[in-house]
């Protein structure tokens, strides 16, 4: 027998609400809080990040991915309860790229002023040399 638009819809809502309960009883991580978690871990890498590699006037400045993800994996284990391992597998997959991105008409919206890209997608060369410089080992006689 059919099923009716209503049974359907409260079937489909009692099944998920089952699957959120088992996620966060396994310590799985809501999607939002996730989200919520890497906004934070960003704001404190950008913070904390070298100040020396910034370009006064250009939108880039470089910021540690591996310190994102390890302060985002904090947030969520340390306020939100949550697993560490399925709090690192879900920044992880919150931070993979996405298939849109292969497209090469695919860039996120915005609105450039006028005569400016939209978006560059590589940071400028002096941007990239100042953090070589910046992670290159120093000894007593110079940079190695």
């Known amino acids: 027998m059919a099923m009716s638009a209503t049974e ?24 939002a809080v996730v989200y919520h978690a890497i906004t934070e871990a960003f704001g404190f890498s950008m913070i904390n990040a070298d100040k020396r590699t910034w370009i006064k ?8 991915g591996t310190v994102v993800i390890a302060a985002a994996v904090d947030v969520l284990v340390d306020r939100c309860r949550c697993n560490r391992d399925a709090a690192m597998t879900a920044v992880k997959q919150a931070l993979a790229p996405r298939d849109s991105w292969r497209y090469p008409d695919y ?8 005569g400016r890209t939209r978006y560059r997608l590589q940071a400028p060369d002096q941007v990239v040399v100042r953090m070589k410089l910046a992670n290159t080992p120093v000894t007593s006689s110079g940079q190695v």
Do not use: F, L, M, Y
């Open 107 to 114: 860039t996120p919206s915005s609105n450039p002023a006028p």
């Open 8 to 31: 359907r819809r409260i079937r489909d809502r009692e099944r998920k609400a089952a699957q959120r309960a088992a996620a966060k009883a396994a310590g799985v991580p809501d999607p």
């Open 57 to 64: 006037g250009e939108p880039w400045c470089p910021v540690n």
